[in-house]
Structure formats: structure tokens, C-alpha cells
T-cell receptor, first 112, second 117 residues
């Protein structure tokens, strides 16, 4: 799986949009971008994934650049409950027994 | 999304004892389960991968005789930490993947906090 680079930490004011960047310059054509988050002392939670088009669900939006070398996860109206470590992971869609491999992620602190 | 449970959520034990952690997929059949370990302020580290009815595959550096994994059914996997020592104190997280999942997602349990005194 391609390597990803994320800033170690970010702050965001409550109610504002949180924009979390991820660089994946070595991504292959068949690799998707996945985002998970981990709230303190809980298991990781799936947020969203995409291949090349922008994606949106009830939790977040995912913006992938045209060259697919980077992406941004957007939490449109961050709340205190969004404080967590966010992981950007690149991998093929059908990966059989291959597990998700977690990097260091971005620690997002939402401030009141 | 699918639900994965872990039991217990928290356990404290004495050094030298064994601890069993259960991981269950509640509403789907998990053909593959993964066990991760997470130390404070660090990321999740994969320990092993197990397929139902097969022996687990351990990551380099993980002692298979110390961390016994059993995946006897499509809804249950267990991790037994044998002869636990204080350095085994960690947050253990299981994850399951089902063959019918259209997104090939991994669903994660809530984790088990192990403290070895």
C-alpha cells in the first residue's frame, strides 16, 4: 500500500470546518483513499473512502486532487465530539486478508 | 455499519497469569479477524491475522506462544495473553472483515484495556 503523510496535530474551533490534509504521492491507479478516526480509548471508526471523485456522506466530505496525490477530509461543522486521531490510509479495494495499516495520523483538537 | 464487540472492556491481572479477550462479530460472519495492540500515544500495531478454522499469521516480533489466537467460528475469535507481564499492558483491539461486505471494510471492536500489575 502507498505511504501517506499527515500533519501530527491540528486545532479547529467548534462549529467551524475542519480540513485535514493527507499526501499520498505514490498512490497507484487501483488504490483507494480511506479515512478512519479513533476517539480516545475506543476502536477506530470508518469515516469515508474514495477513488478519484469527491465523496460525501453524513459524517464528512472527501476531496481528492485530480492527480490523486493528495486529499482532504472535511468535517463541515466540527464539534467537541470530533476530537480524535484521524488516519488516512491508501489501499486497494479488494485486498483479501491484507489488514489496514495505520500510520501516526493527525490528532485533531476541537476547541470550544 | 457492522458491529464488533469485545469482552472484557477492561481487565487488571497479576503478573504471570493468563488473560483471554473475546472478539465477536454480532451481525455478520467474519471470515478474517485481525488483532492490533496500541501503546499510549502510539498508533495501532498489527499483531496477527486469523482466518476461521486456520492458524493465525503473526507479525514479525509477536510471539505466537505468548499471544494465542483462536478463530474457531465465523463470529468469534479469542486472544489469550499467556503469562502476562507488565510490559504486556496495552490497549488490544480486534477487527473483523466479512466476505459479504460490499466495501471490504474492516470493522473494529471497542478495544480491551489490559493492565498487568
Amino acid at each position: 500500500d502507498a505511504k501517506t503523510t499527515q500533519p501530527p496535530s491540528m486545532d479547529c474551533a467548534e462549529g467551524r470546518a475542519a480540513n485535514l490534509p493527507c499526501n499520498h504521492s505514490t498512490i497507484s491507479g487501483n488504490e483507494y483513499v480511506y479515512w478512519y478516526r479513533q476517539i480516545h480509548s475506543q476502536g477506530p471508526q470508518y469515516i469515508i473512502h474514495g477513488l478519484k471523485n469527491n465523496e460525501t456522506n453524513e459524517m464528512a466530505s472527501l476531496i481528492i486532487t485530480e492527480d490523486r496525490k493528495s486529499s482532504t477530509l472535511i468535517l463541515p461543522h466540527a464539534t467537541l465530539r470530533d476530537t480524535a486521531v484521524y488516519y488516512c490510509i491508501v489501499r486497494v479495494f479488494y485486498s483479501g486478508n491484507t489488514p489496514l495499516v495505520f500510520g501516526k495520523g493527525t490528532r485533531l483538537s476541537v476547541i470550544a | 455499519g457492522a458491529v464488533v464487540s469485545q469482552h472484557p472492556s477492561r481487565v487488571i491481572c497479576k503478573s504471570g497469569t493468563s488473560v483471554k479477550i473475546e472478539c465477536r462479530s454480532l451481525d455478520f460472519q467474519a471470515t478474517t479477524m485481525f488483532w492490533y495492540r496500541q501503546f499510549p500515544k502510539q498508533s495501532l500495531m498489527l499483531m496477527a491475522t486469523s482466518n476461521e478454522g486456520s492458524k493465525a499469521t503473526y507479525e514479525q516480533g509477536v510471539e505466537k506462544d505468548k499471544f494465542l489466537i483462536n478463530h474457531a467460528s465465523l463470529t468469534l475469535s479469542t486472544l489469550t495473553v499467556t503469562s502476562a507481564h507488565p510490559e504486556d499492558s496495552s490497549f488490544y483491539i480486534c477487527s473483523a472483515r466479512g466476505g459479504r461486505s460490499s466495501y471490504n471494510e474492516q470493522f473494529f471492536g471497542p478495544g480491551t484495556r489490559l493492565t498487568v500489575l
